[in-house]
């Protein structure tokens, strides 16, 4: 089982290392693809991956942009651009690709030079003064009526059974002031309303969502432990009632038979939000 402190980049960000988005990206595959695909990214645009992470999506993303499109691909976390690098290198894919480390408070690009922003999986990380400069950064480097989409977790979907829901609701109430994914994660629903204060037109949106039930596959026993063990973690640094925090410590006991991935009903839900805005003019 991947530890959770392991997921975090040189950058300090958790969850977001290239081994275990390899692993998040595979354990949910059809629902990510589903959900790049209901972008409307056309074949031969040149499209900007913002906060690529290790490069899961950097192959659909290709294989969309076509042997006549481009992908540039910026992430804070150097080591998540080397991987990026080499899987360029050894994949072969069918359209250019371009790394660069970056801040997407202010991207490395000029003005109106890509066609679409796809950004999976970031937004969470951002305070709301940042998530403001980045959209407007978005607007900033696509074309006129070209797309910013982002995708990001819904944490108002999550759920896993067996287990009492409203300790869920209570730690997520309790943790999110000071665990910046946790209030992003609750943000994510009111994405629409941000694209357009940002000014993007034509705002849609469209809610995914994964589920996973025992027997589960390894790949996918391997990512929801990761995320199950952040709960516990979560709830040791904040005040809850000592009943919640019994239930909390044998979630984090994941040798006792008892724990509820070996259940037979055991179901993880994971919701995802994909927004889809258009940059005015033209
Ligand atoms: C959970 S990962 C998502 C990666 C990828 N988009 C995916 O879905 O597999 C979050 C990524 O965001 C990057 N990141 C976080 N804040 C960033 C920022 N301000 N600018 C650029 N990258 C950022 C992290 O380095 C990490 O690679």
Redesign the pocket.
């Known amino acids: 089982m991947t530890d959770y402190d392991s997921t975090r ?1 040189s ?1 300090g ?1 958790g ?2 290392e290239g081994s275990y ?1 390899d692993s ?2 595979e354990a949910m595959k059809p629902e990510y693809e589903a959900m790049i695909r209901s972008v409307g990214l056309k074949s031969g645009w040149s499209v900007l ?6 490069g ?2 950097l192959p659909l993303l290709a294989e969309l942009a076509g042997a006549d499109g481009h992908i540039s691909a ?4 150097p080591e ?1 651009i080397e991987q990026v690098d080499s899987l360029v290198e050894n994949k072969g894919f069918p359209c250019s690709i371009e790394t660069r480390v ?4 202010s991207l490395p690009y000029e003005d109106n030079c890509f066609d679409a922003v796809w ?4 937004t ?3 305070t709301d003064d ?1 998530l403001g400069e ?1 959209l407007a950064e978005f607007c900033r480097v696509v074309r006129p009526g070209g797309l910013v989409a982002v ?1 990001e977790f819904d944490l108002t979907a999550n759920l896993f059974s067996p287990f009492d829901q409203t300790m869920i609701w209570r730690l997520y109430d309790a943790a999110r002031h000071h665990i910046p994914p946790m209030q992003g994660g609750l943000r994510t629903f009111q994405l629409p309303t941000w694209f357009k204060q940002a000014g993007l037109i034509s705002v849609g949106f469209e809610s995914f969502l994964s589920e996973r039930k025992a027997p589960l596959r390894p790949i996918e026993r391997e990512f929801i432990s990761t995320i199950l063990q952040v709960h516990p973690q979560a709830a040791a640094s904040v005040d809850l009632p000592e009943q919640d925090m019994v239930a909390w410590r044998a979630l984090a006991d994941f040798d006792s038979p008892d724990h509820i991935l070996k259940h037979p009903d055991f179901c993880f839900r994971e919701g995802h939000v994909v927004v889809v805005g258009q940059v005015p003019g033209n």
């Open positions: 980049t950058t960000h969850l977001s988005l998040h990206f991956d913002a906060g690529c992470g290790g899961s999506f910026v992430d804070l976390a998540n970056g801040n997407l408070t950004c999976a999986n970031i969470q990380y951002l940042e980045v995708k």
